[in-house]
């Protein structure tokens, strides 16, 4: 069975092990006529898939979901070193379990016509149909999971999708496809491999007609660019900078572990972390220190060492924002409360938690995504101005409320962010609708409104 899931063999690029630098396989790269080639293919495809109905997808899909557990554990090995998150804690071997809950959900979640009026003289119902092919391009952070929530909803709804992952990440999204191709027909799901002018080329083509995107909001605009050209429906994941406000009155100690993992999941490298923290002076002191104590208790390391659960970052680009942005803090009068310089001792891309406190608004590392292991966190008095803050920037994907729940909510309803959690941050559920405002994107993923995002309304009047 693992056979099948190793890295392909062959010309292409070097992949390396995020964090031992060895090669651990050469990613294909596909050119222009390849990608042309697959676009044709999954156009011819989509008209019998979408005419097998939505019953029998959902039963196909949710064989996809049972061969992805079979091969759960390779997969989750191979994500692990490509990646670098480690296979325990909320990393691969939770990312390959996300994967086959949400084909469950995305194939068994009813979508049925609607009734609109029905009066006796006027009948009209709305229905949801395919839209046709789907490009479906992602990041390499969550590669498994994005593609799946990306994939997922479009076959259901009986489009086909042509998916390119990350430059960064192929290897382990092309193992993805090859054992979710054993069981749809052919040509409904295509993997090509390639960089940014594949993507662009993608997302502009012609035959393209819905583009699902995630990764950063300079990407995205491009995107918005080419959907000039060939009309392609946007659903949009970007970029955050999510906000957390922790109130006056919380138990630090009760909190910090839920704090910690908000921030530092996948070792900060999730669109949807708490980036940063906003927290009452009269209980600074002790979040910070509680803080402290879990990030000096957490392991990290290689990811395939059963004991680690925070890794490395995964590329040198990523490590250098990191790293640039502690460095910034520290010559602007920010306190190093933990970590604060490159773990080389761990290997070439770690970076330790790093928790910089007394730090304030206009400061690089809060008004800039580190989308890595270290956290600003800034002290207010009057919750106005945490939540004039929280709201300061052209970025809008979550935020959190910690602390009293009637107050939390108050303040959460107040916030320009997608979702807004009260007492945790970062926590998604197939079923519960998922998106930014502003510069994070727009469109919705999960549930059913992420079913009818890959589809196009129709009304039967009569
Ligand atoms: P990126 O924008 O550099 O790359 C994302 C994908 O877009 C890659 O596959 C890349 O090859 C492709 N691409 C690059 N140029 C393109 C173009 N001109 N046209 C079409 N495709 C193109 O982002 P990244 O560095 O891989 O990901 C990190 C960013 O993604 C962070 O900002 C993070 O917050 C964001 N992100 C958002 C979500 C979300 O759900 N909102 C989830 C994960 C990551």
Redesign the pocket.
């Known amino acids: 069975m693992l056979a099948r899931v190793q890295a392909p063999e062959g010309e292409g690029r070097d992949i390396l092990d995020a964090a031992t630098r060895e090669v651990i396989g050469r990613a294909p790269e596909q050119t222009a006529a390849d990608l042309d080639d697959a676009i044709a293919r999954a156009k011819a495809a989509q008209p019998a898939w979408e005419a097998r109905g939505h019953a029998e997808r959902a039963e196909l899909l949710l064989k996809v979901a049972d061969a992805i557990d079979t091969n759960a554990e390779g997969l989750a090995r191979l994500l692990s070193r490509e990646q670098g998150k480690p296979l325990n804690g909320p990393n691969a071997r939770f990312e390959l379990g996300a994967c086959s809950a949400w084909l469950r959900t995305a194939a068994t979640t009813p979508l049925e016509p609607e009734v609109l009026v029905d009066d006796g003289q006027v009948h009209a119902e709305l229905h949801y149909r395919a839209i046709g092919v789907v490009g479906a391009?992602?990041?390499?952070?969550?590669p498994l999971m994005?593609t799946i929530w990306q994939v997922a909803p479009s076959l259901r709804m009986g489009n086909t999708v042509v998916t390119?992952?990350?430059?960064?990440t192929p290897l382990s999204v092309l193992a993805l496809i090859s054992v979710m191709n054993e069981v749809l027909p052919a040509d409904v799901l295509i993997g090509i491999s390639g960089?940014?002018e594949?993507?662009?080329r993608?997302?502009s083509h012609p035959d393209i007609d819905k583009v699902m995107?995630?990764?950063?909001?300079?990407?995205?605009r491009?995107?918005v660019e080419?959907s000039a050209g060939n009309l392609a429906r946007l659903t949009l994941?970007?970029?955050?900078n999510d906000a957390g406000i922790v109130l006056p009155g919380v138990d630090a100690a009760a909190i910090a572990q839920d704090l910690f993992w908000g921030a530092f999941i996948n070792t900060g490298q999730?669109?949807?972390a708490l980036k940063r923290l906003y927290v009452h002076d009269s209980v600074y002191d002790e979040v910070v220190d509680a803080l402290k104590a879990v990030a000096e208790q957490t392991p990290m390391g290689p990811g395939l060492d059963e004991a680690n659960v925070l890794g490395p970052l995964q590329n040198k680009q990523?490590f250098d924002i990191v790293n640039r942005l502690v460095e910034d803090a520290k010559a602007n009068g920010g306190r190093v409360v933990t970590g604060g310089a490159p773990a080389s001792d761990l290997g070439e891309l770690f970076y330790p938690i790093t928790l910089v406190a007394d730090v304030t608004d206009g400061m690089a590392i809060v008004d800039e995504?580190q989308?890595g292991p270290t956290l600003p966190i800034i002290r207010y008095t009057d919750v106005e101005d945490a939540i004039a803050n929280a709201n300061r920037l052209d970025v809008g994907?979550g935020a959190s409320v910690w602390g009293d729940r009637d107050q939390a909510r108050t303040v959460a309803a107040r916030i320009q962010a997608g979702t807004v959690w009260i007492n945790s941050h970062g926590g998604v559920h197939p079923m519960i609708p998922?998106g930014?405002v502003k510069g994070?994107?727009y469109g919705l993923e999960f549930g059913v409104e992420g079913l009818k995002s890959v589809a196009v309304p129709q009304i039967i009047n009569g």
């Open positions: 391009i992602s990041p390499w952070n969550w994005i390119k992952p990350s430059e960064y960089g940014r594949i993507g662009a993608l997302s995107f995630t990764g950063s909001t300079a990407t995205g491009k995107i080419a994941e970007m970029g955050g999730t669109c949807a990523q995504e989308f994907l998922f930014g994070s994107g």
